[in-house]
C-alpha cells in the first residue's frame, strides 16, 4: 500500500493518481499529445471530479483538492464525457482528464482502471482520524490576544519572497492554487508553538482581489483558531495571509473577502469546520488525510517561485503522499 501511495500524483494542485495496471502509468504527465485537428492536449493522469454545474453554455468542473474550476463546453461531441464526469461526482470515483494545453478547458475524458478505483474508495473517508500522541498535548485554545498577534507573525514571516522564511516557504502571494497546503503548513507552525486549530473549508463561486488581480476558486481553506480575548471570552479567528496580511479575522468577514464583487458574481454554497489534521474535504464531506505533510511540501515548494494570479495552475504531478 506504501508503495502505491508513493506512485500517487497531484496536478495543478489536483490528486492524481497513475494505476500500476495501466500502461501509461509510467508516463510523464505533462507529455503533451496531439488529438485530430491539431489540438493541443495535455494528460494530467486521473483524477476524482467532486463537481459539475452548467454555467453559460459550459460544465464547470471542480476536482479533488484544486481550488480552481475548470470547464467543459456543453457540446454534442462533450455529451459522452460531460456523462462520465457527472457518474463520477456521483459515485466518488477516478476519471483521465485531457486539459488543452495552457488552459483550465477538458477537451477529453477517459476511463479509470479497477485498481484507480479500489484506490479512491480507500483514500476518500467520511471518518474523523485522532492523532494518536499529538492533540492531547496542545492547547485549544490560545490565551491572549497577544500571542494570537504573535503567532499570526510567525506564520505571515514564512511567506514566500521574505528573508525570514524556511524551506518550504508558504505560498501566501499565490493565491491561485495550493491553499489546502498553505492550512496545513500553518497548522504545523500552529502545533509546533504548543497549540492546535480548526480549519474551515468554504464552497461556491468564490472571487477574491490581492488589491492587484483577481482570482477565481471552487473552495477556499484556512485554519480556525480559538483565544481568549480581554475578557476572558473563547473567540474564533481565521488566518490567512493570503486574504489578509493585517492579522486574524472573523471567519465572517474571511468569507466575505472570499466573495469580493468587485471580481465578479460570487455566492457561498456551503461552509464546514474540520479537526486541523483534516488536509482536504469535499462538498459532499468525504475527507483526505497528509499526516506527514509529504504532499504539504511538496506542493509548497512547486508553487514556491510564482506570485499573483497567473492561471492555468503548473503541474504538481511529482508531488506524492
Same mark, same amino acid.
Given at each position: 500500500?506504501?508503495?502505491?501511495?508513493?506512485?500517487?500524483?497531484?496536478?495543478?494542485?489536483?490528486?492524481?493518481?497513475?494505476?500500476?495496471?495501466?500502461?501509461?502509468?509510467?508516463?510523464?504527465?505533462?507529455?503533451?499529445? =496531439? $488529438?485530430?485537428?491539431?489540438?493541443?492536449?495535455?494528460?494530467?493522469?486521473?483524477?476524482?471530479?467532486?463537481?459539475?454545474?452548467?454555467?453559460?453554455? =459550459?460544465?464547470?468542473?471542480?476536482?479533488?483538492?484544486?481550488? @480552481?474550476?475548470?470547464? +467543459?463546453?456543453?457540446?454534442?461531441?462533450?455529451?459522452?464525457?460531460?456523462?462520465?464526469?457527472?457518474?463520477?461526482?456521483?459515485?466518488?470515483? *477516478?476519471?483521465?482528464?485531457?486539459?488543452?494545453?495552457?488552459?483550465?478547458?477538458?477537451?477529453?475524458?477517459?476511463?479509470?482502471?479497477?485498481?484507480?478505483?479500489?484506490?479512491?474508495?480507500?483514500?476518500?473517508?467520511? $471518518? +474523523?482520524?485522532?492523532?494518536? #500522541?499529538?492533540?492531547?498535548?496542545?492547547?485549544?485554545?490560545?490565551?491572549?490576544?497577544?500571542?494570537?498577534?504573535?503567532? !499570526?507573525? @510567525?506564520?505571515?514571516? @514564512?511567506? &514566500?519572497?521574505?528573508?525570514?522564511?524556511?524551506?518550504? &516557504?508558504?505560498?501566501?502571494?499565490? *493565491?491561485?492554487? #495550493?491553499?489546502?497546503?498553505?492550512?496545513?503548513?500553518?497548522?504545523?507552525?500552529?502545533?509546533?508553538?504548543?497549540?492546535?486549530? $480548526? =480549519? @474551515?473549508?468554504?464552497?461556491?463561486?468564490?472571487?477574491?482581489?490581492?488589491?492587484? &488581480?483577481?482570482?477565481?476558486?471552487?473552495?477556499? /481553506?484556512?485554519?480556525? /483558531?480559538?483565544?481568549?480575548?480581554?475578557? #476572558?471570552? +473563547? $473567540?474564533?479567528?481565521?488566518?490567512?495571509?493570503? %486574504?489578509?496580511?493585517?492579522?486574524?479575522?472573523?471567519?465572517?468577514?474571511?468569507?466575505?473577502?472570499?466573495?469580493?464583487?468587485?471580481?465578479?458574481?460570487?455566492?457561498?454554497?456551503?461552509?464546514?469546520?474540520?479537526?486541523?489534521?483534516?488536509?482536504?474535504?469535499?462538498?459532499?464531506?468525504? %475527507?483526505?488525510?497528509?499526516?506527514?505533510?509529504?504532499?504539504?511540501?511538496?506542493?509548497?515548494?512547486?508553487?514556491?517561485?510564482?506570485?499573483? &494570479?497567473?492561471?492555468?495552475?503548473?503541474?504538481?504531478?511529482?508531488?506524492? !503522499?
Amino acid at each position: 500500500m506504501k508503495k502505491f501511495l508513493l506512485s500517487m500524483m497531484v496536478f495543478a494542485s489536483v490528486l492524481l493518481f497513475n494505476s500500476c495496471s495501466d500502461t501509461n502509468a509510467n508516463q510523464d504527465p505533462n507529455i503533451v499529445a =496531439k $488529438e485530430s485537428g491539431e489540438v493541443t492536449m495535455k494528460d494530467f493522469g486521473r483524477t476524482v471530479p467532486v463537481g459539475i454545474d452548467k454555467e453559460n453554455g =459550459k460544465f464547470k468542473v471542480s476536482f479533488i483538492l484544486s481550488a @480552481q474550476p475548470y470547464e +467543459i463546453k456543453d457540446t454534442k461531441e462533450n455529451e459522452a464525457y460531460i456523462s462520465m464526469i457527472s457518474q463520477a461526482v456521483k459515485n466518488e470515483s *477516478p476519471v483521465r482528464i485531457f486539459l488543452k494545453s495552457n488552459s483550465n478547458e477538458i477537451l477529453k475524458v477517459d476511463s479509470p482502471t479497477l485498481e484507480d478505483i479500489r484506490f479512491f474508495k480507500s483514500a476518500l473517508t467520511k $471518518e +474523523i482520524k485522532a492523532e494518536k #500522541g499529538i492533540t492531547n498535548k496542545l492547547a485549544n485554545v490560545i490565551p491572549d490576544q497577544a500571542t494570537l498577534n504573535s503567532l !499570526f507573525t @510567525q506564520i505571515k514571516n @514564512q511567506s &514566500c519572497g521574505t528573508s525570514t522564511a524556511s524551506s518550504p &516557504c508558504i505560498t501566501f502571494r499565490y *493565491p491561485v492554487d #495550493g491553499c489546502y497546503a498553505r492550512a496545513h503548513k500553518m497548522r504545523q507552525i500552529l502545533n509546533n508553538a504548543g497549540y492546535e486549530c $480548526e =480549519k @474551515q473549508f468554504v464552497y461556491g463561486n468564490l472571487r477574491a482581489s490581492t488589491g492587484t &488581480c483577481c482570482v477565481s476558486w471552487v473552495y477556499h /481553506v484556512a485554519i480556525l /483558531v480559538s483565544f481568549k480575548n480581554a475578557s #476572558g471570552v +473563547i $473567540e474564533k479567528r481565521i488566518i490567512d495571509p493570503s %486574504l489578509n496580511s493585517n492579522g486574524p479575522i472573523t471567519d465572517t468577514a474571511w468569507r466575505a473577502a472570499c466573495t469580493n464583487s468587485t471580481c465578479g458574481s460570487t455566492s457561498v454554497s456551503s461552509f464546514a469546520n474540520t479537526p486541523g489534521n483534516v488536509y482536504y474535504r469535499n462538498p459532499a464531506g468525504s %475527507l483526505l488525510y497528509d499526516d506527514n505533510l509529504v504532499n504539504t511540501n511538496c506542493t509548497l515548494t512547486a508553487f514556491s517561485a510564482l506570485s499573483g &494570479c497567473s492561471a492555468p495552475v503548473p503541474s504538481t504531478a511529482h508531488c506524492g !503522499f
